[in-house]
């Protein structure tokens, strides 16, 4: 049976209780039913202090959508060697006027940042998920549980 999903203030609410009690101050919310749909759609919250390590999805290549529905999050674009190549600024803090969100091809370095107390992404990507093939992490970036990772994003965010 079909079942129409609301995002709701509630569901939002709930979720960003889920992301303040995770060690990793995030939490998605699926809309999709398992990891073999296509495509995948879900609610991201991004609480402030959160790190997400720059990766790719290349093999199989993958795009990414980002939306901000709340808040204001930065997407920054890197090269090989981990240089930033482009910053968009997600949400009504942009100097380019409210910039709603990014579609990523695939195969490009990124990360996703808030800027805000609390950011609500919509993200949809191809499925399916698999977590040996999701996402290749970046090498010249610290991995989540690193102690220099909380530095390495808030030097991100200070550029």
Do not use: Q
Request: hydrophobic share 40%.
């Amino acid at each position: 049976m079909n079942e129409v999903k609301v995002i709701s203030a509630s569901l939002v609410d709930d979720v960003a209780s889920r992301a303040a009690a995770s060690p990793r101050l995030r939490m998605n919310h699926n809309f999709h039913t398992g990891s073999e749909d296509n495509p995948h759609r879900f609610l991201n919250i991004l609480l402030e202090g959160t790190y997400i390590r720059p990766h790719r999805h290349s093999d199989p290549p993958k795009a990414e959508s980002f939306l901000v529905l709340e808040g204001v999050a930065e997407v920054i674009l890197f090269d090989d060697t981990g240089a930033v190549t482009k910053r968009y600024t997600l949400g009504a803090g942009s100097d380019e006027g409210h910039v709603w969100g990014v579609d990523l091809p695939p195969g490009v370095w990124h990360t996703i940042l808030p800027r805000t107390s609390r950011v609500v992404c919509f993200e949809v990507k191809p499925g399916p998920w698999s977590p040996a093939t999701d996402k290749e992490f970046a090498t010249w970036a610290p991995a989540e549980n690193d102690p220099a990772a909380a530095a390495y994003g808030k030097s991100l965010l200070s550029t």
